[in-house]
């Protein structure tokens, strides 16, 4: 069909752009609360989860013909509960971009205080505003495959703060490392956070609707190649932010960054910037729908 223009790697790399957002940057608090050795179990189980919701609503939609995520409710329990989908998840991704908007605006604007070397930051609405002008052309998108840059763009640059995290936590840190927590109000509070890290079951049929030849090995393979590149990515993320900060982690990982005197967390922190940026658009998307 002539929507059908996303090959496998461009599917793959829209899925992993709509689970890596900036939900990435609690992850090391989140380790901080379970440990080291029980945030990886979680980590797992929360992948696993996610992969087999994403497979099993994609197996719903090619059942019952539906190509929207209120439809397959239609199709299960009536016209009303594609209202309610609908209603439910565009209240939730209002909010979503709500905070992707605020989590950028601080973002950039200390990084426009640090780049211009200014006494004083700059007014953090005015950086909202600019903000939102340039990704303007992106907001009125039709399409995932028309995000594809996006994309790739969005998870190199995720990838950047990953790489530096990584690179300070190799180079040692003295404080004590939590490896089991034994404190289960400390696990209630970090296993949402870490589950949250891989929301994508909103873009996944669009993205099997753009897929060209979207048989279910194809989707499959597109599935398991976005949440196993990502579930890397954000483990790696998450430990190495927890060893770098240790009991010191703080809700935004960001905030422990001293990215005025570090060149590699001033990368890191411009490269999570970036992708809060490009993720709007792809969160904007089934709003519109």
């Not at 992993?16 to 379970?34: M, N, R």
């Not at 209202?83 to 979503?96: H, K, P, Q």
Request: include cysteine.
């Amino acid at each position: 069909a002539p929507q059908r223009k996303s090959g496998l790697v461009v599917a793959t790399f829209n899925l992993s752009a709509t689970i890596i957002g900036g939900g990435v940057l609690s992850l090391p608090f989140a380790f901080s609360k379970t440990g080291l050795l029980l945030g990886c179990l979680l980590m797992v189980i929360a992948a696993v989860i996610t992969e087999r919701s994403l497979y099993l609503l994609c197996l719903c939609s090619r059942l019952t013909g539906a190509t929207t995520y209120g439809e397959v409710g239609e199709a299960a329990f009536g016209k009303w509960m594609e209202y309610f989908i609908s209603f439910i998840l565009g209240l939730f991704l209002l909010f979503v971009i709500t905070g992707y908007m605020v989590l950028a605006q601080d973002i950039w604007t200390a990084l426009v205080a640090i780049g211009g070397r200014l006494q004083t930051p700059p007014n953090e609405h005015l950086v909202l505003v600019v903000i939102v002008v340039l990704i303007a052309p992106f907001l009125v998108q039709r399409t995932l495959h028309a995000l594809r840059y996006n994309c790739y763009i969005g998870f190199s640059s995720v990838s950047i703060l990953c790489i530096a995290l990584v690179h300070h936590a190799w180079m040692g840190s003295s404080s004590t490392i939590l490896w089991w927590s034994t404190d289960f109000e400390d696990v209630l509070i970090a296993f949402p956070i870490i589950t949250l890290s891989f929301l994508s079951i909103f873009n996944v049929l669009p993205i099997q609707n753009a897929l060209v030849k979207p048989t279910r090995p194809r989707m499959l393979i597109a599935i398991d190649g976005a949440m196993l590149s990502c579930f890397l990515l954000t483990l790696i993320f998450g430990m190495a932010g927890y060893i770098y900060a240790a009991e010191l982690t703080d809700g935004n990982i960001l905030n422990n960054c001293d990215s005025a005197s570090d060149f590699f967390l001033f990368l890191g922190q411009l490269g999570c910037g970036i992708t809060v940026v490009l993720a709007m658009p792809m969160m904007l998307l089934p709003c519109r729908a």
